[in-house]
């Protein structure tokens, strides 16, 4: 009877990987949660990486055709990374594009006029995650075409590239 159990269990994980969902990921060194938000002028989308995190924990930030991309290597990675996205900002989407063997990678799809800035670590208080804040242009200022001037554009989004 065991191993009808067993085979049974083999057979639903191989013919159907969505029946069977990753816990969300709590454990010391792995990425417990992304979202997006607006603050000033300003973009920014913060990736949660609860503490103690291992030496040999490292992340990249790189622009790309589509946007910018995160790498994070050397985390606990066979979990659910849940993602908090809010609409209506520069950042089009939070995309995790791959998760193995230590690795996991984010693609940030962002608005045409909306440019990388900068990245920013630090530690919540009480010491329970660290913060990797990445920090985006609202947008970039175009020349309008009915006037002589610039003006910033009026969603904060000159055009969609995602």
Not at 36 to 52: D, I, K, M, S, W
Not at 121 to 146: E, M
Request: with cysteine; aromatic share 12%.
């Amino acid at each position: 009877m065991s191993k009808f159990l067993s085979m049974f269990a083999a057979l639903v994980l191989l013919c159907c990987p969505t029946l069977v969902k990753a816990a969300n990921c709590t454990v010391p060194n792995s990425i417990v949660g992304a979202k997006n938000y607006v603050f000033g002028g300003f973009a920014y989308v913060e990736f949660r990486v609860r503490l103690p995190i291992k030496p040999s924990f490292s992340f990249t930030v790189t622009n790309v055709a589509t946007g910018t991309q995160v790498r994070f290597t050397g985390v606990e990675w066979m979990c659910s990374i849940p993602v908090s996205f809010s609409p209506g900002t520069p950042v089009k989407a939070i995309k995790n594009i791959g998760q193995f063997e230590g690795v996991v990678t984010f693609v940030i799809g962002r608005c045409a006029g909306s440019q990388y800035i900068s990245t920013t670590q630090t530690s919540t208080v009480g010491g329970l995650y660290r913060i990797i804040k990445l920090k985006f242009k609202k947008c970039k200022y175009t020349p309008a075409p009915y006037c002589s001037g610039c003006q910033p554009c009026s969603d904060g989004c000159c055009e969609d590239s995602w």
